[in-house]
């Protein structure tokens, strides 16, 4: 069974940061593509950045461009999401999710994690 | 930016009625080369992460119910609930994945009349 496990959430204050965590099981993980998608309370779904298999390329939301690193250890089944000069408007629930197809980026997400809650508060 | 708009907002049904949702890009996600829509729907029940319910626009996912489909080409496309159960109360969401940023709907809220 697939399974992706956030952590890292937590209160910050503006400005500062934080590094989340997805571990994922009963996959292949170095062969598909992962990402983030964040949703505030209440609000809808924004998708946040994206990472190939290899972790060879990366993709960001205008949004998070310059704040927030993706990356991925094949090694440890792991994605992770480096978030700088975090902002009010960042707090959110941050989901991650396989894509649901190898050799791609551009997919559909199955399955997401349980989410992780980050706030942004001082 | 591809935007994605869905209609309506919201909808009530009564059981065992149909519930349409639809969809609609700001431009065609249909990839001329393989002549698939780069279209999926999402359900979201309240506390919990999306389920996938449809991908490529019509195709359901495995385990998903059959009174769940999906249609549509370009940048117009719908998804059907045939019969509507009390399990289906949820946000639904479209998503267009032919090219970044990945773009959602804004979700459509569908409840039990």
């Known amino acids: 069974e697939v399974q992706l496990l956030e952590s890292g959430g937590g209160l910050v204050q503006p400005g500062g940061s934080l590094r989340l965590s997805c571990a994922a099981s009963?996959?292949?993980?170095?062969?598909?593509?992962m990402s983030w998608v964040r949703q505030a309370p209440g609000k809808g779904l924004e998708w946040v950045s994206g990472?190939?298999?290899?972790?060879?390329?990366?993709f960001y939301a205008d949004s998070v461009k310059g704040r927030f690193t993706i990356s991925r250890d094949n090694s440890k089944n792991t994605l992770y999401l480096h978030m700088d000069s975090l902002r009010a408007e960042d707090t959110a629930v941050y989901y991650c999710?396989?894509?649901?197809?190898?050799?791609?980026?551009?997919?559909?997400?199955?399955?997401w994690g349980q989410g992780t809650l980050v706030t942004v508060s001082s | 930016d591809i935007v994605m708009t869905q209609s309506p907002d919201s909808l009530a049904v009564s059981l065992g009625e149909r519930a349409t949702i639809n969809c609609k890009s700001s431009?065609?996600?249909?990839?001329?080369?393989?002549?698939?829509?780069?279209l999926a729907w999402y359900q979201q029940i309240p506390g919990q992460p999306p389920k996938l319910l449809i991908y490529?626009?019509?195709t359901r996912e495995s385990g998903v119910p059959d009174r769940f489909s999906g249609s549509g080409s370009g940048t117009d496309f719908t998804l059907t609930i045939s019969s509507l159960q009390a399990e289906d109360v949820a946000v639904y969401y479209c998503?267009?994945?032919?090219?970044?940023?990945?773009?959602f709907g804004p979700g459509t809220k569908v409840d039990i009349k």
């Open positions: 999710a396989k894509v649901g197809s190898t050799m791609t980026t551009l997919n559909w997400y199955d399955p």
């Open positions: 990472v190939s298999g290899s972790g060879g390329s990366t």
């Open positions: 431009q065609s996600v249909l990839y001329s080369s393989n002549n698939e829509n780069y």
């Open positions: 009963g996959f292949t993980f170095s062969s598909y593509a």
């Open positions: 490529w626009a019509s």
């Open positions: 998503q267009q994945y032919y090219s970044t940023p990945i773009t």
